[in-house]
C-alpha cells in the first residue's frame, strides 16, 4: 500500500472543504460565545458588587443575554453542518470501498473471510465518522481561539498572554502526542480483535447447522468468549487512554486558571480578575476535541490501513481502454488456453480447445476439480487466462467490457444464490426492468409458477437466507427461471442439477433443453442424465478436452 492511509482519508475529504470550512468557522463562534459568556458574566457579577448604577451593567447584560443564546444556536449550527459533511462522507466513502470491492470479485476476495469484509464495510467506515468530527475541524478552530486569546489577553498584560500560550501549548500539542503515543497499539489491537470477533460471529452463524449436528457448540461458545473478552480488553486499554487524557486536561485547565489569577493581581485591576480567569478556562473548551482525537488515532490509523489495504489491491481481470461493441451471435472459441489460479498450484487448463457454434447444445463431463467451472470463471471474465485464446464472436474476449461479457451468459450454477428476499425479485434480478408478467412467464417455462401460486403470498414469499424456505429442486427452478428470464444467446448450467434426486434432474434436464431451443447450450457435469439430447459430449481428460461418445449421439 502506498501513502499514508490517514492522508488518503483527508484527499477523500476535500470535495467537502466547503462544508467542513462553515462547521469549523461555527465551531469557532461557539468557542467564542462560551468565552464571551464566561468573560461577560465574570464582569457583570464583579463589577455588580461594587453597586454602580444600573446603565453601566446594560450592555453587560444585553452581552451575557446575547453570546447565552449565540452559544446555543452556534453549537447546533455547527452540529447541523459538521453531521450533514460526515454523513456525506460516509456516504462517499461506502459507495468508493464497494466500487473497488466488486472488481476484485472473485478473484481477490478468496483469501478474505465474509465476516471481515462485513467488519470493513460496516464497522471500519463507521469508526471513521470520527475522524472527519474530531480531526479536521478542531486544530482549525484550536488555532482560531488561540489567535483571539492573543489579542485579548495581549492588550491586558504581555506576560500573562505568554503563560496562558504555554499553558495552551500543553494542552493543544504534549498532551495529544503523549494520548496518541500511549494508544495508538491499543487502538490497532482494538480495530483487530473487534474484526476477528465479527468475522468468527457471522462464520458462526452461517455454520451453525453444521456445529449443531456435530456438537461443535462448546467449541464455538468458547472461541467466541475469547474473541469478545479480547475486544474487551482493548476498549478496555482504549478508555483508559481517554480517562488519562481527560484527567490531565482538567489539571492543565486547573493550573492555568490558578496562574493567571496568580499573576493577574497584582498587575490588572480586581473588576477584571474574574472575567480574565473564567475566559482563559472557557478557552480550553476548544482543545479537548484534540486530546480526545489523539487517543483514538490509532483506532483511525488501522482502520484506513485496513479499508485501503483491500481497495489497493490490483483487479485480476480489467477492461480493454477501447472496448468492442458488445456480441451478439453466440459464437465462443477456446484455442489452446492455459490456465492455473496461482503460480504455486498446477495447472487446471492446458492448452483446452473448444469450438461452440450458435444453436449448438454441448456436455462436458468431468469430476469434482477436473475444470468445468474453471471454464465458466474465464468465460464470465471472473479470472485472467495466461496462453491461448478465447472468441467470442470473432473477437478475442479481452475485446470486450466485462458487463457486456456477463450480459451475454445465463449462467445456472450448483449452488445458485438465492437472496432473503421474495420468489419475484430473486427471479427479477436477472433483469431489473422486466413486468410482473415477464417474471411469470419465465417461471411457467421452468415450471415452478404452478408451485409459486400454491404458496399464501405467492410471488411475494419469502425465500429465506439462501432459500432455505425451498426445496433443492425448487431452489433450482427459481435459479432457472431467472437464467431464462435474462434471455442471454449462450445457456451454461455448471452442475446445476448435483444435487437433485434422479426424477428432478430428469425433469429439470427436460424444461431446460425445451426452453433453450436456438440458443446455445454448454452442460458441464458429472452426471449422464439426457446426455444423448447433446450435439457433441467431451470429458476432461489431462486438463484438456477429448471427444466422449459412450452411445450413438442423435443429430
Not at 480495530?191 to 451453525?208: E, H, I
Not at 493550573?255 to 480550553?284: D, H, K, N
Not at 475485446?399 to 450480459?407: E, K
Not at 450435439?535 to 466422449?548: A, T
Amino acid at each position: 500500500m502506498q501513502g499514508n492511509p490517514l492522508l488518503k482519508l483527508l484527499r477523500l475529504a476535500l470535495p467537502f472543504w466547503r462544508g467542513m470550512l462553515l462547521a469549523a468557522l461555527l465551531g469557532t463562534l461557539t468557542i467564542s460565545s462560551s468565552v464571551s459568556l464566561m468573560a461577560a458574566s465574570a464582569w457583570l457579577i464583579s463589577r455588580a458588587g461594587q453597586q454602580p448604577s444600573i446603565a453601566e451593567l446594560s450592555l453587560a447584560v444585553v452581552g451575557v443575554r446575547f453570546f447565552g443564546i449565540a452559544r446555543g444556536v452556534f453549537r447546533y449550527l455547527e452540529r447541523l453542518v459538521s453531521h450533514d459533511v460526515t454523513l456525506r462522507l460516509l456516504v462517499q466513502l461506502r459507495v468508493s470501498f464497494y466500487a473497488a470491492l466488486e472488481p476484485l470479485a472473485p478473484a481477490r476476495l478468496l483469501s478474505f473471510r465474509s465476516g471481515d469484509l462485513l467488519s470493513r464495510v460496516i464497522d471500519d467506515i463507521e469508526n471513521l465518522q470520527n475522524l472527519y468530527v474530531r480531526t479536521i475541524a478542531p486544530p482549525i478552530v484550536a488555532i482560531l481561539i488561540v489567535i483571539g486569546v492573543s489579542v485579548f489577553l495581549g492588550a491586558l498584560d504581555l506576560s500573562l498572554m505568554v503563560v496562558v500560550l504555554g499553558f495552551l501549548l500543553v494542552a493543544g500539542i504534549i498532551i495529544p502526542l503523549w494520548a496518541w503515543q500511549m494508544s495508538h497499539m491499543v487502538g490497532a489491537q482494538r480495530v483487530m480483535a473487534r474484526s476477528a470477533f465479527n468475522a468468527t460471529l457471522v462464520d458462526t452463524l452461517q455454520g451453525l447447522p453444521e456445529a449443531l449436528v456435530y456438537n461443535q457448540i462448546p467449541r464455538l461458545q468458547a472461541m467466541m468468549t475469547e474473541r469478545r473478552q479480547a475486544m474487551l480488553t482493548a476498549d478496555k486499554q482504549v478508555a483508559r487512554a481517554d480517562a488519562w487524557q481527560v484527567a490531565l486536561m482538567m489539571a492543565v485547565t486547573s493550573g492555568a486558571g490558578l496562574a493567571v489569577v496568580s499573576m493577574a493581581i497584582p498587575r490588572i485591576e480586581g473588576v477584571l480578575l474574574a472575567t480574565v480567569t473564567l475566559a482563559t478556562i472557557a478557552v480550553f473548551e476548544a482543545f479537548t476535541p484534540l486530546a480526545q482525537a489523539a487517543v483514538h488515532l490509532g483506532v483511525y490509523s488501522q482502520v484506513a490501513e485496513r479499508l485501503f489495504h483491500l481497495t489497493d489491491i490490483s483487479c485480476a481481470v480489467k477492461d480493454p481502454a477501447v472496448p468492442a461493441p458488445a456480441p451478439a451471435q453466440g459464437h465462443v472459441q477456446f484455442e489452446a488456453v492455459t490456465f492455473r489460479y496461482s503460480p504455486e498450484i498446477p495447472l487446471v487448463l492446458n492448452y483446452l480447445s473448444l469450438d461452440v457454434k450458435p444453436g449448438e447444445h454441448i456436455a462436458i463431463l468431468g469430476s469434482s476439480g477436473s475444470g468445468k467451472s474453471t471454464l465458466v470463471n474465464l468465460l464470465l471474465r471472473f479470472w485472467e487466462y495466461e496462453d491461448g485464446h478465447i472468441w467470442l464472436d470473432d473477437r478475442e474476449l479481452r475485446d470486450y467490457q466485462q458487463v457486456d461479457v456477463r450480459q451475454f451468459f445465463g449462467v445456472m450454477t450448483q449452488r445458485t444464490h438465492l437472496f432473503n428476499t421474495t420468489i419475484r425479485e430473486n427471479i427479477g434480478i436477472a433483469r431489473p426492468d422486466s413486468t410482473p408478467e415477464a417474471i411469470e412467464d419465465a417461471a411457467r417455462r421452468a415450471q415452478i409458477h404452478e408451485f409459486i401460486c400454491s404458496l399464501p403470498d405467492g410471488y411475494d414469499t419469502l425465500v429465506g437466507e439462501d432459500g432455505t424456505a425451498l426445496s433443492g429442486g425448487q431452489r433450482q427452478r427459481i435459479a432457472l427461471a431467472r437464467v431464462l428470464l435474462k434471455d442471454a444467446p449462450v445457456i451454461i448450467l455448471d452442475e446445476a442439477t448435483a444435487n437433485l434426486d434422479t426424477e428432478t434432474e430428469r425433469a429439470v434436464m427436460e424444461t431446460v433443453l425445451e426452453v433453450v431451443s436456438g440458443r446455445s447450450l454448454i452442460l458441464l457435469t458429472h452426471r449422464q442424465v439426457l446426455l444423448e439430447r447433446m450435439d457433441r459430449i467431451y470429458r476432461f481428460e489431462e486438463h484438456k478436452l477429448v471427444p466422449y461418445l459412450p452411445f450413438k449421439i442423435s443429430n
